[in-house]
C-alpha cells in the first residue's frame, strides 16, 4: 500500500529568521529594514525590505500593512506591489479624475483599466484575463469600499493583497473576513510624484548594475509619427498610448494588446516578439477577445510576422519603434493588410522610444 504524501504546504507558511543589518547604504543613499519577510523569492531563502530614508511620495516608503493575514507579506508581495503602484501612478497622471486598476503577477500586469465607478473598474481590468488574474496583488488609485471588498474576497478569485490608498470603515470589516489576505495603505496619494533618488539597482555576482529609472515621453499619440498609409482614428490613437504606457511596466519581450480603456491581452518575458504577440492574443480570448484592439510593441519587429499576426486576429494597428533592418518591408506589408502604423517619436524626430524592462 502506497505511503500518504506529507503535507508540505507548511513550507509556504513557516516564516525563515534573517540577520540582516538595520540600515544599507549605497553611495549616498541610506535604506532602513522596515519589514522582515516571510522569505524571499522560494521557501527557505532569508528576505526583508527595506525602505529608502527620506523617499516620500507615490513610493512603497511609508507603507502600512493594516492586515498582516495568516502569512504576512512576502518578498514577490511587495516586489508586485511597486510594479503595480508605479503603473497606477503613470496612468492617473495620464488619465486625471479617471478610476485606475491593475492587477499584478510575479512582478507583471495581468489585467488594467481605467474606469468611472470602483466596481466597474475593479471587473474590467478582471475580466481582461480572470485565470492570469488568480492570486493576484490587486493596486488602486482611489479607496476601496464595501461593495469592491465585498468582490475582492471572494475565495474564487484568491486575490493576495489589496493595495490602496485608503480602506471604508465597511470596507475594512469586509476584507477582514478573509484571514488569508494582506491589506496595505499606500503612504502617498497616486497623483503624487515618486520622490527618491531615481536609481533602479540589480545584484550580478561579484558586481552592482545601476541606472536612471526610465520614464516614457509617450503622453499623447497628437505628436507622434503615423508611417502607414491609413491614417489612425482618434479611438485607436487614444489606445495606442494606454497600452504603449502598459508595455512599459510589462516584462520584454512585451506586446500589449486592448483598447484605449482596457487592457485585453499581455504577453510578456518571451524570447521573440511573435511568441509575445501570439501569448497576448491567445490571453485575450479568455476575456475580451483581440478584435478591434490596438497592439503595444516594446522594441522593433525583426519581421512582418506580428502585423500579419495581427491583421488575421482583427487588430487594427500597432505602436512601436522603429529600428529594424526590415522596417520598410514590415511598413509595406502593413499597408497591404490596412492596418495602421504609430511609431513613438515625433513627427520630425530621428529616434524611436523603446520601453525595455527586465526586472
Known sequence: MDKPLKDSRQQYSAKVKEDFPDSLIFGRTEFVKKIPMRYGENPGQPAAFYE??????????????????????????????????????????????????????????????????????????????????????????????????????????NVEV????????????????????????????????LLDNGLEFKRVAGGLLLQKRFESRITSAEELEVVSRRQPSAEERAAAVFNWNVACFTRSNAVVIGTSDKVHGIGSGQRSRIDAAECAIRFSRRGYGPEGCFLASDAFMPFPDVVELTARNGLTGVIYPLGSIRDQEVIARADELGLALIVTRKVGETDCERCFLHR
Open 162 to 193: 489589496v493595495f490602496a490608498p485608503g480602506y471604508s470603515p465597511e470596507a475594512m470589516a469586509v476584507l477582514a473576513g478573509r484571514k488569508v489576505l494582506r491589506v496595505v495603505r499606500m503612504a502617498g496619494s497616486p497623483d503624487e510624484p
Open 52 to 157: 529608502e530614508k527620506g523617499a516620500s511620495g507615490s513610493t512603497l516608503a511609508g507603507l502600512e500593512v493594516i492586515q498582516e493575514g495568516t502569512k504576512g507579506l512576502s518578498y514577490i508581495n511587495v516586489a508586485d506591489m511597486d510594479l503595480g503602484q508605479r503603473l497606477v501612478r503613470k496612468l492617473t497622471s495620464l488619465y486625471s479624475g479617471r478610476k485606475v486598476c491593475v492587477l499584478i503577477k510575479h512582478e507583471m500586469p495581468s489585467g488594467v483599466a481605467l474606469g468611472r465607478g470602483e466596481v466597474e473598474t475593479f471587473e474590467k481590468a478582471w475580466k481582461s484575463d480572470p485565470l492570469s488574474n488568480f492570486g493576484s496583488v490587486d493596486v488602486f488609485n482611489f479607496a476601496v469600499n464595501a461593495e469592491l471588498a465585498a468582490l475582492l474576497v471572494e475565495s474564487i478569485r
